[in-house]
Each structure stands twice: as C-alpha cells, then as structure tokens.
C-alpha cells in the first residue's frame, strides 16, 4: 500500500459529498482518563488561532468502494464507525487540555453535498484546502469523511482524514476492510460484527500514562536516548546537502520501489541463509546508502514502532505510536555482513526503549528538541485482506508538509516488492535523494552476493550496480499485507 499525498490520487469525476459527525455541545463531559503522553504534548505545541489546523498534520486513507452508493447506509456506516471506537468520540477540552467523551446516542451525521464540482482533479483540490482548514486536534470533530459517486461505474470513492491525534498509520491501513464489512452490513441490514480487540485508546491511555510517570533517569530506556543524545542534539539527514530556499515551500515526496519481487524473494532467501531479517536488511541498506553516498559512518535515526500492547487494541483506531532512537555505527572497512550484525544489535538496544514514552524520556532529560529525520519499516502482509485492498486502490495518505528540515522515510515490504516513500525539505536536491535511494537498492541487493561467499563491500556493491534488473521507479501500487516486526513483536507504522 503506497503512503502518498492526496494530490498524488486519481479521483475519478463524480458527486462529492462531505460527511461531518455532530454531538450537541451538552453531549460532551469530563473524563478522567488522562491523554497519552505524545498526545498531550501534541496538543501543547499547537497554536489555537492557527486558520489552517491541519496544514502538514492530517493524515487518511481514499479507496474506492467495490458497490453502489446508498447515501443512508452509508451514514449508518460512519454512525457505527463511531460508535465502534470511542477514540472518535473523544475531544480535548481547550482550557484546561483534559478529556472530554461523548456517548453515541447523540450522534448524526452531516451530508453536505458539493454541488457542482464534480471534475476529479478539482475535488481533489477542494478537498485538500477544506481538510487543512478543518482538522484540528483541539477542536472537534478530528475525523471527517468524503464520498465521491460515480454512478456510471455503480461505486464510490471514499476519503476519510483525521489529525493525526486519533489515527495512526496501522488505523490508517485497516479502516478499509472494517469500512466496507460496516458498508455491507447496513446495506444488508445486519448487525455490526462483535470483537473484543476494538478497545478504546482512552484506555491504553491510562495504562501509557501510568506507565510514563514511572520511568526515572536511571531506567534503561532513558540511558538508551541519554547515549543517543550525547551529542548533543537530534539526527539531521545530509544536512549538508541542503540548498538555501525561501521559507513556506511544501516538500518534495518521492515513492517508488526499490526492489521487485523476484529481487526481493532473492534477498530474502539469502538472508534466511544468514538467519537475518528483512527489517535489519533494511535498515543496514540504509546505513550502507549513508556511508556510500554521504561518507557516515552509519546511521543514527529514531524508529517510530507499533504499541499496541495486546490483542485488546488489535482493531482499534488511535494513536498507538511510540519513537525509539537507532544507533548504526560502522567502521570505513564494514562489508554487509558486518553491517548487518551491527545493525541487528543496535536495533535490539532499540527495543530498551519500547515500552517507554519517548516523549516522557525527552522530557526526564530536558531536551525539547524533536525527531528531525525519521525512518519506519513495515512489512505491509500483516494487515488482513492485503489482496482487496489493492483491487480497492487503498492508500494511506499524509498531509503536505512544509518543514525546512524534515527528513521521513517509510519502507514497506508489499506484496509484489520492497517500496520506500519519503519525504524532505524543499532544498535538498533531489537528485541527490534518488542517488541515495538508488544505493540503498544496491547495498540489499549485495546480500544475495553473500550465499556463496563473503566479499568486501566494495566488491558486493559493484557486483550489485551490475545486476541485470535495474532499480524500478514505478510507483507504489495498491498492496497491504505483511508479517509483525521480528525485533519489536509488532508492525513498525508512523
């Protein structure tokens, strides 16, 4: 499944609607569960007189429903969306910064048809100029959707954005088939699937809150982001290569794939010969890219992981984000196989810090400063039904961002080959960016090099810049299926 700008999506012309749930003002009261750590820090740097909230902070997912459009089941469909998970339901009280629920009694939800719009390219604009104005994470609601009816097809496109407070990315992929099951069974007039695993985030707020509080300086995971920072400040990527431009420009988005799948069955292969994994491959390629293209001596970066603690919050939606740093040191003479040992281990002295707060340890060690450049791996086979999701062409999206310093890469192992999207600042060069993708494909391909023999780095990366299949450049398509993290247990998501 691609992570891309909605610009970036073809919506084909139809009817556009937008569909905003509404709670009278006496619906909403106190609740004493306290916000997550990240969440009221978020929250904290946001400035309430902003005109435009969502401007570079919105995040959602656009596919296309696979039936006809019927407007009452489908506000059926978002009114038990809602009622599902209370996360959705949950606001912040703009003065004192605590939480406010509803319950769903209360809830309608608003069409608002667009009239006369209805060319895709221009509903695509609209509605990127309406989700920036809209989406706030102080006022409510934090979620909207939009449907677009394409009656000569006899199906719909459906967008739904968020701030980012109530979604993450895992939400982001698995909305889609919880949508369409909802969809199907308000059409057909059955009840809503029961499960145990739609757990609120209000609750796993309780348990991060409690669990933040209790970390001291001398936890393991403090002294983790302690030797991180000893340098005194957060990774930047190539800060170097960085050209002056005028402020306020939106950044540049790169996706493309890196390895096909026959490329990547083959590293795979290999790396089961070695007993490595692909998220240590990735993330050795990347450091192998760094030191090749920008002469590091490795990577250091931050790594947000899944945290969903148990099956409880399996199918929720919510922010079930935590950031731990990762320290890549290699020498001037590592081959691969001497990067992927040390990657592996400098992802397990990752893991000390995954059950802790990062926001929390920061803050333990006065450090305001936020990640700056960021990367997260996710072998996208984990979700369920990865195969309609791309008959579906589900994508999950991210809103324009406009940081002057700003450096994400998001690595996705789908179903037909290794992907990376990223994004970063508007005077990076971006030939110099495709130059470094391009050496991270060279570095995982030089695994395959490593069944028969090993070999120098030098000599595995010239073997692979001669490899007969070059790196494609085809955008990512639809898919969305993959296996939890071997290190974390979990999928990595942002």
Do not use: K
Request: proline fraction near 7%; glycine fraction near 6%.
């Amino acid at each position: 499944m691609e992570y891309t700008h909605l610009s970036e999506f073809e919506i084909r012309p139809g009817m556009l609607s937008i569909w905003t749930p509404e709670l009278p003002g006496a619906a909403w009261q106190p609740d004493a569960r306290p916000l997550t750590s990240v969440h009221a820090g978020y929250c904290a740097g946001v400035d309430p007189a902003d005109p435009l909230p969502g401007r570079g902070r919105w995040i959602g997912t656009v596919f296309e429903m696979d039936a006809p459009f019927l407007a009452q089941a489908w506000r059926e469909t978002l009114r038990r969306w809602h009622a599902r998970h209370e996360g959705l339901r949950t606001t912040v009280d703009p003065s004192a910064r605590t939480r406010l629920t509803a319950a769903v009694d209360d809830l309608v939800l608003a069409e608002q048809p667009i009239d006369g719009l209805t060319d895709g390219t221009e509903i695509n604009e609209f509605l990127r100029g309406a989700l920036e104005l809209r989406l706030s994470p102080l006022v409510w609601p934090h979620c909207l959707a939009a449907t677009v009816e394409h009656p000569d097809t006899a199906d719909f496109t459906v967008v739904v954005a968020a701030d980012h407070s109530v979604l993450d990315a895992y939400s982001q992929a698995i909305l889609i088939l919880e949508l369409r099951a909802l969809y199907r069974e308000a059409v057909e007039g059955l009840p809503s699937r029961a499960s145990a695993t739609f757990g609120s985030a209000a609750d796993f707020a309780v348990l991060e809150r409690a669990a933040a509080l209790a970390l001291q300086p001398s936890c393991p995971a403090v002294t983790t982001w302690r030797e991180f920072l000893a340098g005194g400040s957060m990774p930047r990527f190539a800060p170097h290569a960085q050209r002056p431009v005028e402020a306020g420009l939106p950044q540049p988005s790169v996706s493309r794939r890196v390895l096909d799948l026959a490329d990547l069955e083959r590293v795979e292969a290999a790396l089961d010969a070695i007993r490595h994994r692909l998220s240590v491959a990735v993330f050795a390629g990347l450091a192998l890219a760094n030191r090749q293209r920008f002469g590091e001596s490795g990577l250091r970066t931050v790594m947000p992981i899944a945290t969903r603690p148990d099956l409880r919050w399996l199918e929720s939606m919510g922010w079930f984000v935590n950031v731990v740093p990762v320290d890549i040191a290699l020498t001037d003479t590592d081959g691969v196989a001497d990067a992927l040992d040390r990657t592996r281990a400098a992802l397990r002295r990752a893991r000390t810090a995954g059950d802790a707060s990062w926001s929390r340890v920061l803050e333990l060690l006065q450090v305001a400063e936020t990640p700056r450049f960021g990367v997260s791996f996710l072998d996208i086979r984990v979700l369920p039904g990865y195969e309609l999701v791309a008959d579906l062409r589900g994508r999950t999206l991210r809103a324009e961002s406009y940081s002057p310093d700003e450096v994400f890469l998001w690595v996705v192992r789908a179903a037909d080959g290794l992907y990376v999207s990223t994004r970063y600042p508007a005077g990076f060069p971006a030939e110099v960016m495709e130059e470094f993708l391009t050496e991270f494909g060279h570095a995982l391909r030089a695994i395959t090099a490593m069944e028969s023999a090993p070999a120098p780095h030098a000599q595995l990366v010239a073997a692979a810049h001669s490899a007969a299949d070059p790196v494609g450049y085809a955008q990512a398509p639809d898919a969305s299926h993959g296996a939890p993290d071997p290190l974390t247990g979990a999928a990595q998501v942002g």
